[in-house]
């Protein structure tokens, strides 16, 4: 008999085979295990092991697959993976190939969440010192929602209700939903890019984890920490908190809540300058009712006194002296008067005409003695003038020439007094006392 | 801004009452202080007074701007 005949013989690829064929009959499984040695790889492919103590179970978790995977694989954690079993024959080796994936206990959204927030504080972006104040009174606000949801008519509603004059201006975003984070970010970025917008809601009303996942996401996160407008986060209900409303400026518990929030102040501002005003006047008040109270309690104060005596005093002393002064002169007036009128008396007896014609007579009598001295004095000086002239007159040419001389002049005019200056036949004059006459010299004689 | 010019008004404000409280000021100075404390309560009266509001929405146009329009009730569709 031949023993190997009744053996099958299996090549390596029949076997390989039929294990694999055997390992895809399990259909679709799911298998509970531990990671490890996971890699990501740039593809976009997972590459991990599942393990417990005692065994572990290669698994591939491709692109098209975990893109929408929400936490992120990491050794230690322990996940619920389905998929299918597949052998790769070129290597013999099987693998799961996991369609999706959850974490175990933590639910996938939580584990993402808590991640994140990790990730995120670690990297200091829920830092209190990083957040912005409010404005006091803003007088537009940016509105990051949808337009058709509950948030903006809550917001409005208490807008109208709340303050007269904030301005609304709404970047429509969907928010939830594949791409809502990406449109809420960038709404957040663009009222970023104005320069009237003087602070941001991004909101949206109450949902489920799911629904209001697209706050979660590390975009919008990265969106409101940039911002520097000053950001409220007001996500569902008061009980849901999301990575937004740890990063945002300030959160609201809900849309309400964020509306009441950039509106109360104009109450609140209003009563404050008021009661500024008030103080302001009272304090003024005081101020001067404390000044007139110092100047009152110095006007009554003596040394003021002093002056107002003084002056009495003065003006007295004063009067005295003009009364004296007066009186004082009033004696002495009638003094002087006194004495006028006796002498006027004196005066009236004596005879003035007497005295007159006495001096009259002195007069005369002194004018007469002035006349015969000047008569005198007056003869007597004749009488020596005409001797003087009498003299002079002797003296004269004209005297000269009355006794007989003659003056003799040579033809050019000049005396002749020496005959030698003429010779016979020249002519001469001669003046004579009375007269003059023409001559010719006959002869000379020297 | 008009909205620094609302909280730091505000601030002057209030440094000038604390100036008056403080009471050694000389008569003038204080009714200066004063005066200038009535122009600036004056001014935030006015614009808490203000009362006009305006809510818009913002729509892409056809070469992909954004632009604003006014918002009714029913709201818009999405910017995107």
Redesign the interface.
């Known amino acids: 008999m031949d023993l190997y005949a009744q053996r099958k013989i299996y090549s390596v690829s029949e076997i390989t085979a039929d294990i694999k064929l055997a390992l895809e009959k399990f259909g679709v499984l799911w298998v509970k295990g531990e990671i490890s040695n996971f890699k990501h790889h740039s593809s976009g492919h997972m590459y991990f092991s599942l393990k417990d103590d005692r065994a572990q179970l290669k698994a591939a978790f491709f692109r098209n697959n975990n893109y929408y995977l929400k936490f992120r694989p990491e050794d230690g954690l322990e996940v619920l993976a389905r998929g299918r079993l597949s052998l790769y024959e070129p290597r013999g080796d099987y693998q799961l190939i996991v369609e999706y994936m959850e974490p175990v206990g933590l639910g996938s959204l939580q584990l993402a969440f808590e991640q994140l927030k990790q990730k995120l504080r670690a990297e200091g972006l829920f830092e209190e010192n990083h957040k912005i104040r409010l404005p006091l009174l803003p007088q537009k606000v940016g509105i990051v929602t949808s337009p058709t949801g509950a948030a903006i008519q809550d917001i409005l509603r208490i807008l109208r209700r709340r303050t007269a004059s904030l301005d609304v201006l709404i970047y429509p975003a969907r928010v939830q939903g594949a791409g809502a984070a990406e449109e809420i970010a960038a709404g957040v970025n663009y009222f970023n890019t104005r320069s009237d917008i003087d602070v941001i809601i991004v909101g949206r009303g109450g949902g489920s984890m799911e629904d209001l996942w697209a706050f979660n996401e590390e975009i919008v996160a990265r969106a409101i920490f940039a911002s520097e407008i000053p950001l409220i986060s007001a996500v569902g209900h008061e009980v849901d908190f999301t990575i937004a409303d740890f990063v945002a400026d300030l959160r609201a518990p809900t849309p309400s809540a964020a509306a009441e929030m950039v509106s109360g102040a104009r109450e609140d501002l209003r009563a404050t300058v008021d009661s500024l005003s008030g103080r302001a006047l009272q304090a003024v008040r005081l101020l001067i009712e404390r000044r007139r109270s110092a100047l009152e309690r110095l006007a009554r104060n003596r040394a003021f006194n002093i002056a107002p005596n003084k002056v009495r005093e003065l003006q007295q002393r004063f009067d005295e002296a003009a009364t004296a002064m007066t009186q004082a002169m009033a004696r002495r007036l009638t003094a002087l008067r006194h004495r006028e009128r006796m002498l006027h008396t004196r005066l009236v007896k004596v005879d003035l005409r007497q005295l007159i014609a006495r001096q009259r007579e002195i007069v005369a009598g002194k004018r007469n003695r002035l006349h015969s001295a000047a008569r005198v004095l007056l003869n007597s000086r004749r009488s020596k003038f005409e001797v003087a002239v009498g003299r002079i007159h002797a003296l004269s040419p004209q005297a000269i020439l009355e006794r007989g001389y003659a003056i003799c002049r040579e033809a050019n005019g000049a005396i002749l007094r020496d005959a030698a200056r003429v010779s016979a036949g020249e002519p001469v004059s001669v003046r004579l006392a009375r007269g003059e006459i023409g001559c010719r010299v006959e002869r000379t004689e020297v | 801004m ?2 620094k010019d ?2 730091s008004n ?1 601030k002057q ?2 440094e ?2 604390a100036k ?2 403080g ?1 050694d ?1 000389a ?1 003038d100075q ?2 200066e202080l ?1 005066e200038e ?2 122009m600036i ?1 004056r001014f ?2 006015a ?13 892409k146009t056809a070469d992909g701007d ?1 632009t ?1 329009v006014p ?1 009714t ?8």
């Open positions: 008009k909205l609302f909280e505000l404000l209030e000038i009452v008056l409280e009471g000021l008569l204080a009714l004063f404390g009535v309560s935030c009266n614009k808490l007074e203000e009362a006009e509001r305006k809510v818009e929405t913002l729509i954004l604003e918002f009730a029913e709201g818009g569709e999405p910017a995107h």
